[in-house]
């Protein structure tokens, strides 16, 4: 009792550090998920179809203003499945591992996607789980990193040459919202 009693404000000290670097890192994990994946990733695609190189880590940390262990553990996910590989030299950074139009934003997504728990019978959460994954199933089939690079530069200023791509931009934006109105139709039905 007397040695916390004399020692009271370095142990409350070190339990609000020891607090604060749990606290900091949940939300580190929170921000380890397949959208924010998919973000960094068409950004790299982005860079990669302007023509240019690796994009840096560095680059990735500014712009999105992710912590540096966070953009490593996403892209260490995203290395361990084939869809990016690492460049070191001149300039060090990340590269797509395929070509654009061989990644699917599906493929992005289900890196980061949790086991599911083997139910007996459905019940009325399963079926409504059931009726999302398919209607991500029918928005995701087919969509590429090719086909969101060609829409977002459409809607920006070009920076630099784009892969060829089957058909004009306006196609590729017109199936997005083809698809996003079949899943909303499902919804209301």
């Known amino acids: 009792v007397a040695y916390t009693a004399q020692h009271l404000p370095a142990m ?5 550090k020891r607090l604060h ?4 890192a949940e939300e580190r994990q929170q921000k380890l998920n397949g959208r924010v994946a998919a973000r960094l990733l068409v950004e790299v695609a982005k860079h990669f179809a302007g023509g240019r190189k690796a994009m840096p880590r560095e680059d990735l940390v500014v712009r999105f203003h992710l912590p540096d262990d966070t953009v490593d553990a996403l892209f260490s996910r995203l290395k361990e499945r084939d869809l990016v590989v690492e460049i070191f030299g001149d300039v060090s950074g990340y ?5 654009l139009e061989e990644i699917p934003l599906a493929e992005v997504l289900d890196c980061f996607e949790g086991d599911e728990l083997d139910v007996e019978e459905p019940d009325p959460l399963q079926r409504v789980l059931d009726r999302v994954a398919d209607s991500r199933e029918a928005l995701l089939a087919d969509l590429t990193l090719a086909d969101l690079v060609v829409v977002q530069q459409q809607r920006r200023p070009a920076t630099g040459p784009l892969p060829a791509a089957e058909g004009p931009p306006e196609r590729a934006e017109a199936e997005m919202q083809r698809r996003l109105r079949v899943v909303e139709d499902d919804e209301r039905a």
């Open 21 to 24: 670097a749990a606290t900091a």
């Open 12 to 16: 409350e000290e070190a339990e609000r």
């Open 95 to 99: 590269m797509p591992a395929r070509p």
